[in-house]
């Protein structure tokens, strides 16, 4: 994994589909000869069945190869981070590939304390998230994070919001990111996030 990663680090989405199309196609071209080699053709059947198999491989092998690529491309930044916001609050986010698709996904707490303690799954510390993000839209290129999010659901006390998040990160273990907040009818905010890894600090 590591050696194929610097290949597709600088490249989109797209970029790393268009790699595994092509890794793919490479690979079902070669198991493609063996397997009509493996199979007598001399009557319809056999015909109809190699014809199947190949076609069953082909999709097979295409989406086993693009999650391969995809998950590679974006290794540094998937999985669970908790983070500190300049604003005062504490998230514990989650980058996933779902689909195909890159995707992120919040759930907001008061203190340290909670959102550490809700990815340990202490009983009753998942019921003080007071709001939960979700992406809108993610692209991540040249080991740079960037998406649209919203806030899905919030107490009273916290508006619904919508804005735009850059993650880069540092090292394995830590991530920084700078967001910009829209709130209707108030001025749009600004801050940082410094993110890291659960399990590098005591979680």
């Known amino acids: 994994m590591r050696y194929l990663h610097p290949l597709l680090r600088d490249r989109n989405i797209d970029g790393v589909r268009q790699a595994a199309l092509a890794t793919a196609a490479v690979v079902f071209s070669v198991l493609n000869v063996v397997l009509l080699q493996a199979i007598p053709l001399d009557d319809g059947e056999s015909k109809l069945l ?18 391969m690529f995809l998950s590679i491309w974006a290794h540094p930044v998937l999985g669970q981070w908790v983070y500190e916001s300049s604003s005062g ?90 967001w910009k907040s829209d709130i209707l009818g108030a001025e749009p905010s600004r801050g940082v996030l410094d993110l890291y890894r659960p399990n590098r600090r005591g979680a």
């Not at 996904?105 to 799954?121: I, P």
């Not at 919030?154 to 735009?164: I, L, Q």
Request: hydrophobic fraction near 40%.
């Open 89 to 178: 609050n504490w998230g514990l986010a989650r980058i996933d590939l779902r689909g195909g698709e890159l995707t992120y996904a919040v759930q907001l707490y008061r203190t340290e304390e909670d959102a550490l303690a809700a990815v340990r799954g202490e009983p009753g510390f998942v019921s003080r998230c007071f709001a939960t993000v979700s992406s809108v839209g993610v692209t991540y290129e040249k080991g740079q994070v960037e998406l649209i999010y919203k806030v899905d659901r919030s107490h009273e006390d916290y508006a619904t919001r919508s804005g735009m998040l850059t993650l880069t990160p540092l090292s394995r273990w830590a991530m920084k990111g700078y």
């Open 50 to 67: 190699a014809v199947l198999l190949s076609a069953f491989s082909l999709a097979l092998i295409g989406g086993v190869v693009q999650r």
